[in-house]
């Protein structure tokens, strides 16, 4: 795994966009792997002045999100298909048609999650951006989901609730279950791009780069991915003693 240590989260979501846009600008029709969260919020913002400024095109380009909550429809403000139209593809010229996340609200979510599989076969990904939970989790695959899993509903651990609660006016809000690629997908990708900012995901960091190689801590996996970068701020790379600057 290569590691960058960027300075702060503008450095670290800055250099996250130079990759993202090589990507683009190398291949046209790229297939972009996409996460919500606050991590990547940098990393669009960049990508959107980047359109804006140098008109790197999207026209061409097809996405995939990782993740979305089940239950909650794309017009629903906490949902993840509207954190990414609101976040990223309105700022971009990309064909809306050309995104692809879970139908949160499908009412067969093991069709959905085969439809979803599917797709991801279709449509390889040249680069998978992730964040990580606090807990070593990627997408929504938390401790102990099987390396071999594929697309999902879980069941969310209370860490991530307990997480993701400042998204909402109220913790019992956020939603128990969401739909996630499944650790094999994730693995299936060209290139993974995954990014860490702040202390709190310091512990994290350390098992994704130096832990075992276990089910444990599912970020973990990704020691074994031939072309995987992380970009870690200080303070998310404060645990590991050889750093790249
Ligand atoms: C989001 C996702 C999650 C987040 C993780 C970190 O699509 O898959 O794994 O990347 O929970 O979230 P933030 O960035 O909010 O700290």
Known sequence: ???????????????????????????????????????????????????????????????????????????????????????????????LANTNIENGTAADAAAECARYNALLEELPRDIQVLGIGSNGHIAFNEPNTPFGSETHVVDLAESTIRDNARMFSDIAEVPRRAFTMGLKNIMNAKKILILANGANKAQAVYGLVKGEVTERVPASV??????CTLIADEGAASLLTEQTK
């Open 1 to 95: 795994m290569k590691v960058i240590v960027a300075k702060d989260y503008e450095d670290m979501s800055a250099r996250a966009c130079e990759i993202m846009v090589k990507s683009v600008k190398e291949n046209p029709r790229a297939v972009l792997g996409l996460a919500t969260g606050s991590t990547p919020l940098g990393l669009y913002r960049n990508m959107i002045r980047d359109h804006q400024e140098k008109g790197t095109d999207y026209s061409r380009v097809k996405t995939a999100n990782l993740d979305e909550y089940a239950g909650l429809d794309k017009e629903h403000e906490q949902s993840y298909a509207y954190f990414m139209k609101h976040n990223l593809f309105d700022g971009l010229n990309i064909d």
């Open 222 to 227: 990704l020691q074994l991915h031939p072309d």
